[in-house]
């Protein structure tokens, strides 16, 4: 297995790309992302991969592609420390299979038959046409035949092993693949959360890694630099964060909140909206916070806060360490929000709670029609299930709710989200705020909605 930087800037994230067969690093030329390095690997004749390529970064993600989501998976263990998000397109863990990868026969074929002209066939295929082929001879991979015959060789050989069962964050689907049938993709991925992409084999990869992985640092500004008018600004966070304190109450949560040798975190605790709501319940147990923002919100003692990536630091809190954790319209700021809720349980002393809220599929739908810019949010279905796979957690609620909130202007809603830091998806916006507020469609009445999908899920460590 080979390896090659694409971006390298010192940042301490690191997106490391599974390419597909045939590759290296030519085709992912150019690729950025801010506040990550990116690395390409490929050559999949053996899979040597090499801890010490992504060890000293403090968070590593992946995005695997085509034959690459098969090889990720199965060195996913030596990849240091352990990935965030995964995001696996047009690709599945079996990567030859008459259902649910390459057909049997189209591979041995394409194996028997390698030569450069096929090699060339496949490459048109694989770019999903004549024209689309022109622009990628520009940047297509120099490595001889030979080699790949032994590389495809070494696939179909491992292509019966036992892959490691991982689980993948996104799973993206090429609708126009010409290699691995967007039907066995399908049924690959049931009953996963999938994303349909209309692309062929080979997809926009830039796009892929902006509507994927998360900008922490743009994350970090927006948020800092609306701390000042969050609260006056936030009424559907607000709500959110009253709903979420009501569930609290309504669950048994005074052996918790009374007791002053229990410990409660929260995260994200932002200008304090949720804090102020669980103060107001007189709790007596040990508060903590975090935050990704170096300054903690007005009322908040700096020896109870730590700035940091929740997301990052859960994953090193000890284990049955914390009796409760909370957490408000936060984690859809994380790359992996299943795998956080999976280290809070971790966390967790056996009946601890764990009572957060997300957002769903519906949230600022308005404005991701009108920018093309949006976070991927899994519905509550695609979240039971994940839970229920969590053999430590109890389901106490899991639901979502819609809140819609109203303006006399489209830029008024842009505006609105601005003074609260949700336009923290894309350092452009999707486009300057006037011609996102020109794409918005009016309601019937000449108003603007925004609407915001709050998602609760409130779950007890089992015994």
């Known amino acids: 297995m080979k390896h090659a930087y694409i971006q390298r800037n010192g ?47 403090q968070e590593v993600c992946v995005l695997a592609w085509s034959m690459g989501v098969h090889a990720s998976a199965m060195c996913n263990a030596l990849i240091t420390p352990a990935p965030t998000g995964r ?20 591979f041995a074929g394409t194996l028997d038959g390698l030569d450069e ?15 689309a082929y022109a622009e990628f001879c520009g940047r297509r991979p120099a490595r001889p035949v030979q080699e790949l015959r032994e590389e495809l060789g070494a696939i179909g050989s ?5 892959c490691p069962d991982v689980r993948f964050d996104h799973y993206v689907l090429t609708a126009r693949d010409a290699i691995f049938p967007p039907a066995n993709q399908r049924a690959a991925f049931e009953g996963t959360d999938t994303v349909v ?29 609306a701390r000042d008018t969050y609260d006056d600004n936030a009424e559907a966070q607000a709500l959110t964060a009253d709903y979420l304190a009501a569930l609290l109450r309504d669950t048994d949560t005074r052996a918790i909140l009374s007791d002053p040798e229990t410990t409660i975190l929260e995260i994200g605790c932002g200008t304090g909206m949720l804090s102020r709501r669980i103060a107001s319940m007189q709790p007596a147990a040990r508060m903590l916070y975090w935050d990704i923002s170096p300054t903690p919100p007005d009322g908040i003692r700096p020896d109870a806060y730590t700035c940091c990536d929740a997301e990052l630091a859960i994953r090193k809190a000890a284990p049955a360490s914390l009796d409760m954790i909370v957490s408000a319209s936060t984690m859809q700021w994380f790359n992996s929000p299943e795998g956080f809720v999976a280290s809070a ?28 810019v949006g976070l991927h949010l899994a519905d509550s279905d695609t979240w039971t299930t994940a839970v229920g796979a969590m053999r430590d957690a109890e389901i106490l609620t899991i639901e979502q709710k819609l ?34 507020a020109r794409a918005m469609q009016p309601d019937a009445d000449g108003r603007y909605t925004i609407t915001y999908q709050p998602l609760f899920i409130m779950l007890r460590k089992k015994a």
């Open 158 to 162: 491992r292509s019966a092993d036992c």
């Open 11 to 57: 940042a301490p994230r690191l997106i490391v790309i599974f390419a597909g067969w045939g590759m290296d690093a030519t085709p992912f030329a150019g690729l950025s992302r801010p506040g990550y390095d990116i690395m390409a690997v490929w050559d999949y004749r053996t899979l040597d991969f090499d801890p010490s390529w992504t060890s000293a970064y």
């Open 403 to 436: 809140i819609q909130c109203r303006f006399d202007n489209a830029l008024d809603s842009l505006r609105s989200l601005s003074l609260t830091g949700v336009n923290a998806l894309s350092r452009n916006g999707g486009g300057t705020a006037r011609s996102v």
């Open 345 to 372: 349980m971790r966390a967790l002393r056996p009946g601890g709670i764990l009572a957060v809220s997300t957002f769903g599929p519906d949230n600022l739908r308005e404005t991701a029609q009108a920018s093309g």
């Open 197 to 225: 992409l209309d692309s062929p084999h080979l997809p926009d990869f830039q796009k892929v890694l902006d509507e994927f992985f998360i900008d922490k640092t743009l994350v970090t500004e927006r948020f800092d630099s």
């Open 117 to 131: 002209a096929s090699l060339e066939r496949f490459m048109r295929r694989m770019c999903g046409g004549a024209k």
């Open 87 to 106: 995001v696996a397109v047009g690709g599945t863990l079996h990567p030859v299979s008459d259902t649910i990868g390459i057909p049997e026969t189209i």
